[in-house]
């Protein structure tokens, strides 16, 4: 009978579970993995929910490293990033097929198995929402001093973003708020930067702006708007760099109300 772990959506979570499917020494086609409110129960599946902990989680990750080297582990890190409801399959899968080479830091080479090719797929398709934000976002200096921006992706990508603008903005207080995943990447000046899940929000302290930020959020505004040239405008080319969805939370389109996601 397969066995299906089920899971938290979370790093933690999806590792726990690929630990206690490993250890159970099952073939790939006799276990699975399925998340946490995202379960299509089949007949002839037994599903346990699995007893997630740091322990396990660290314990996959270092077997990644050491038998799939660290290419591999970015991949199946930026999968897990993924909003694909089947990536904790396609996580397992991949990790088994490399079981069974000689060379098991050469398994994202082997694009014809169907694990892999869909491991690499949410992999560059994470990557790519992560390095367009790192360009779309925008902070905000609240009247406390802390920039604040706020961010609505469909992966869960604070943890590639935090390390970036943690080495460009050392010497600030910032806070990145994932609205879609209720997640938090929060860095205290001089220190590094954390991730809140969970934590109570209270929207209206977002909206004490500070008067220096609304100053320079007009300037800003005023010259992409100076430096538009009309009779050049290309909707359809500026969606192809720009498109839609990031839109909302940049500064120089906030407030405009002909804007859809």
Avoid at 102 to 120: N, R
Wanted: aromatic share 10%; net charge negative.
């Amino acid at each position: 009978m397969k066995t299906v772990y089920i899971c938290s959506d979370t790093v933690t979570g999806i590792f726990s579970g690929i630990y206690d499917a490993w250890k159970s020494g099952k073939h790939e086609q006799d276990c699975g993995i399925a998340l946490l409110g995202a379960v299509e129960q089949e007949l002839f599946c037994d599903y346990v929910e699995v007893e997630e902990s740091e322990r396990k989680a660290q314990a996959v990750e270092l077997m990644i490293r050491k038998h799939m080297g660290m290419r591999a582990y970015w991949d199946i890190f930026h999968a897990v990033l993924s909003p694909d409801r089947d990536k904790g399959n396609a996580i397992l899968g991949t990790m088994m097929a490399a079981r069974k080479l000689a060379d098991g830091t050469k398994i994202m080479d082997h694009l014809s198995h169907p694990m892999v090719e869909k491991v690499f797929e949410l992999s560059r398709t994470v990557a790519g929402e992560a390095h367009l934000l790192k360009g779309f976002l925008r902070f905000q200096e609240l009247e406390n001093g802390i920039l604040y921006a706020q961010i609505t992706p469909k992966a869960q990508v604070l943890s590639c973003l935090a390390p970036h603008f943690e080495d460009r903005l050392p010497n600030e207080n910032w806070m990145i708020h994932d609205k879609n995943h209720q997640m938090f990447a929060v860095h205290e000046k001089g220190k590094h930067w954390v991730l809140v899940l969970d934590e109570y929000w209270r929207e209206d302290r977002v909206q004490l702006i500070s008067e220096k930020e609304k100053e320079y959020a007009q300037l800003w505004k005023n010259f992409c708007q100076t430096i538009a040239i009309q009779s050049r405008m290309n909707p359809r080319c500026q969606m192809q760099h720009l498109p839609l969805r990031f839109r909302p939370n940049m500064t120089e389109f906030r407030d405009t109300s002909d804007v859809r996601v």
